[in-house]
């Protein structure tokens, strides 16, 4: 390693520790790491010359849409006790407590009950409406918005939008909030392209998933590891 003279800079011979000049003790240069030059490591590491772009041709896989079929019907089941219960613990409470009226019991719990029912209904229908598209992400925007309640309290949450335009020229618009599930926002960056299966529990595909921070269970939406082949969870295979 060379030496020089911190006051002037002159090179000092390598034996010398003082500068003959003007008598400053030598440093020693250290060596200076030079920036990576080659190109950032990215998901194509892990596959090689299989992690290329496209959609997944496991969508139809006889694994993966029996999972599918078995989560829908545990949450039919699960809908099915759910919806009867405002009405039922009205009742109780109205037998137990004596500090309402049966027919008032009823009444209450029967509107709380056919409010899940309708909602219930409503996410059914939504949910059989809709139909799978390819699209492309053009922008996504983050509002915090305000709620106020009839107490005069105000809760806030935060509010997603992803928006895509489909290869059809429609547009499209998928707001979501801090309240609920935060999918499309975070997995689908702006100018990605993707597939829409509203059959999925995770209905959002990358078309280039070496862009993806994870691979989604299509069948229950576990966040696994792009290494994976399998879900973490189900065992069903990913879409990859």
């Known amino acids: 390693m060379s030496k020089y003279c911190q006051n002037r800079g002159n090179a000092i011979n390598e034996n010398e520790k003082f500068c003959g000049s003007c008598g400053a003790p030598i440093a020693v240069e250290q060596p200076v790491s030079q920036p990576y030059q080659g190109s950032a490591p990215t998901l194509n590491s892990y596959y090689g010359s299989q992690m290329t772009p496209g959609f997944s041709d496991r969508v139809n896989d006889p694994e993966i849409l029996a999972a599918v079929k078995k989560n829908k019907k545990a949450g039919k089941l699960f809908a099915f006790f759910i919806i009867p219960l405002p009405l039922i613990g009205f009742v109780v409470y109205s037998l137990v407590t004596e500090k309402m009226e049966l027919n008032q019991a009823l009444m209450a719990g029967g509107f709380v009950s056919f409010v899940f029912l309708i909602c219930t209904l409503i996410s059914a229908i939504k949910s059989r409406a809709s139909k799978s598209y390819e699209a492309v992400v053009t922008d996504k925007k983050q509002r915090e918005r305000a709620e106020h309640s009839n107490d005069d309290n105000t809760s806030y949450y935060t509010q997603y939008i992803t928006y895509a335009k489909t290869d059809d020229g429609k547009k499209k618009k998928i707001v979501e909030t801090s309240r609920g599930i935060v999918a499309a926002y ?44 399998r879900c973490s969870k189900c065992n069903v295979p990913l879409l990859k």
């Open 186 to 229: 975070h997995y689908l960056p702006v100018g990605a392209r993707f597939k829409y299966h509203p059959q999925f529990a995770f209905p959002y595909e990358l078309y280039d998933k070496s862009q993806a921070p994870y691979i989604a269970c299509a069948a229950c939406g576990t966040h696994n590891s792009p290494t994976d082949d």
